[in-house]
């Protein structure tokens, strides 16, 4: 957080393929077996990238999916290639986000309200993800529907070489 706020996180930025990421990042999920973790798109995307720092995302997002979501046990993930960016998706069938509330969920220390129940954080970890990729010159977002669940998202521009 210290390093966030004072505009000092630095990226070591290395080529991998998006397969390596998602399988250190899904691996304690997987491993505890409560939950089917489909994961699917271009898997041999190649993505530079601060490795660790895009873990940590995916990291956040997948224990979010399972946090907010435990009665859902699909957690589904996806990559994609586009014109000039890389998109993972992490989508769960959860309860959903209010629409209300959307705008401000990446913001530093915002907890959402979820009534009569009561999860563990700090309202931390989706502020420290967006930070993160927005080092990387990408996007951060959610979409998400109220009963049908939420899809949270990054993109981050694919390797110079490759646009």
């Not at 798109?41 to 946090?67: C, M, S, W």
């Not at 998109?87 to 069938?93: L, R």
């Amino acid at each position: 957080m210290h390093r966030i706020s004072e505009g000092q996180l630095h990226l070591e930025k290395t080529t991998f393929k998006a397969s390596k990421i998602l399988a250190s990042s899904c691996h304690n999920i997987i491993s505890q077996g409560n939950h089917q973790v489909n994961i699917t798109g271009d898997l041999d995307a190649t993505i530079f990238a601060d490795e660790q720092r895009l873990e940590q995302v995916l990291v956040n997002y997948v224990n979010n999916a399972v946090k907010y979501a435990p009665e859902s046990r699909e957690i589904n993930i996806t990559v994609e290639q586009l014109q000039d960016c890389i998109k993972i998706t992490v989508k769960d069938q959860g309860e959903g986000i209010d629409p209300a509330v959307q705008p401000f969920i990446f913001d530093r220390y915002y907890r959402a309200n979820h009534e009569g129940k009561s999860y563990s954080g700090l309202g931390l970890g989706l502020y420290i993800s967006a930070e993160i990729i927005k080092k990387h010159a990408g996007l951060i977002g959610v979409d998400s529907t109220v009963g049908l669940g939420s899809s949270f998202w990054f993109s981050i521009p694919r390797p110079p070489a490759e646009r």
